[in-house]
């Protein structure tokens, strides 16, 4: 107290959190961090990985996780547990299946197919598909059509939980029993195959397959990016909200139906625009693809990752059909099971997933590694910006208030 | 009963903000509300007592269109609420809380208020990202004394933070009429007073139904008070005449006594086993 002011100033407190390095090492700026090594590892991928047959199936995870992003939005945040996306990824790869295919046959001519089926002359719904244009268009819009029309029927009639789960399962069923039972329209069991190139792209050279992996990239960054601004949005807590108490929101004034249609619309739309891409990246869309095991099997990888995080939905994607891959390649009869085992241990153990793990182990690390003494103890409170008030010391601000008048 | 006759003779129909007019409602057989005429003028402020299963909740739940009434018109401003759904009711100018207060646990107190205040966007207005907090919220968050807890998660706050935070979220949506069920129901007597100051503050202001049967809030607080009683209006008055009217009395306690209504320690009302 008795020093001379001058010392006080050159001994100036240094800023709150540590100057530069503790600007820097803010959570975003390490999210941040985060998402810039993953664009880089994930622009190098190609360069490591076999372009025969390693980066394909890797361009095949990235479309399932397209897929899961969207059960993310739907499940996680909405609360819509949708079992029949087999549909939606149906809808949008028929849709472009249809179109190479016609590009493959050539004008005025019919896919190979439908000649071997009898059929000679085009179906009248196949004839748009001859533009490229209104394939696109129909990746987008058919989805999103057959997804509001679902949504304002069955979210008005309050349908939800196991009820609509099953509905959509359903619906994914019906579809498969269409496609299957119009050998000479949709090819049938086999489904829409032997395509040559994708808009110019070679499908069967590196070059093509490395050209396919960017843009399923892009499309699933774009996805993800835009995903995230819409739960960060107002309509994202809403749905939420929804998720938590669709009967209460009524009573703030919000017809439920329409946002839980639109959300319902937005994942649809995602895991169209995942079974587009997926029918160049593996040369094949068939019925067995979109059938309900398979729609069930995005779930449970979704469930993996957690669902209550859009990125813990496409690490989930990415790594239960890697494990897949990987596992049945090895012990063909095994993964069955062992994908059964994954879930009960998931919906047991780890109700938010992979994400939630992360999430337990970044709070409970820092607490560890002090209590190991491998860290310094934290300092004393308020030595740089208060510590968050633990939950059970919630202050009533009522008290705090009247004592504070009662001191004045 | 014949005290049930209709109120609506005391006061012109075109004050009245609130009328329901021979209301019934029938739950598998159980008759809930038998035949019930309400009126709530403008700028009242109004509290609708009656012992468990009197049908307080069920008229709320009548008029912001949860159940479907048997028989019977509510009107709102003119207009007809029985039939609407749930959203166009609030969306005239009702809003409600819940006995048990339901507030969004995941959202922050900030976000509950926010939502609440947003519900005349458009949709594609909504995809827009929160900047900030509004005006309108600050002022309710203020109001509400909740400011210091805007960025907390509701699921911690406490049994009547979360009160005031669904007081909160009912004036962020700026009603004509507020409906409120039993906003102080298992709070401590700081928090009981604090709200009836609260309920003053937006009484001025706005028309407010409160259901309570907390004798001491209702003397403290109260000004005209409506007895239901199975399913019927048993009377309607000032504090004073509801306590001296022995039929009153007689349905809260089973018997006439005088005294032991008046003397009830924890000050509820509610009807002896």
Redesign the interface.
Known sequence: MSAPPVVDTTVAPPPPGGGWRGKLMTARAGWLGAFLVVLVVAALAPFFLGASYQLPLFTKYLCYAIIGVGIGLAWGQGGMLTLGQGLFVGLGGYAMGMYLKLHDAGPGKVPDFMNWSGVEKLPAFWEPFRSPVVALVAVIAAPIIVATLLGLLVFRQRVRGAYFAILTQALAAAFVILLVGQQGYTGGTNGLTNFSSFFGIDTYADNGRRELYYITAAVLLVIFLLLR??V????G??L??IR??ED?V??????PT??KT?AFAISAVTAAVGGALIVPVVGIINPGMLDIVPSIELVIAVAVGGRYSLIGAIVGAIVVNWAKSTFSDNYPSAWTYFQGALFIGVIAFLPRGLSGLFWSVRDNVPWLARRLGVWPPRRAPGADGAPPPE??A????????AEAKEAV | MTSAAPISSSAPADEALLAVRGLRVVFDGFVAIDGIDFQVNRGELRFLIGPNGAGKTTLVDVITGLTKPAAGSVTFAGTELVGRREHRIVRLGIGRTFQTATVFEELTVCENIDLAASFRLAVPALFRRRKGISDPVARVLETTQLTELADRKAGVLSHGQRQWLEIGMLLAQDPRLLLLDEPVAGMTKEERERTGELLQQIAEEHTVVVIEHDMEFLRRFARMVTVLHEGKVLMEGTVAEVQADPRVQEVYLGRKSEEGMAETPAGQLEAAP
């Open positions: 601004l819409v960060l949005s107002r309509f807590r809403l939420l909200a938590d108490g209460r009524r009573f703030l004034g919000y017809d329409i946002i639109i939950a059970g919630v202050l009533i601000p009522g008290q705090g208030a």
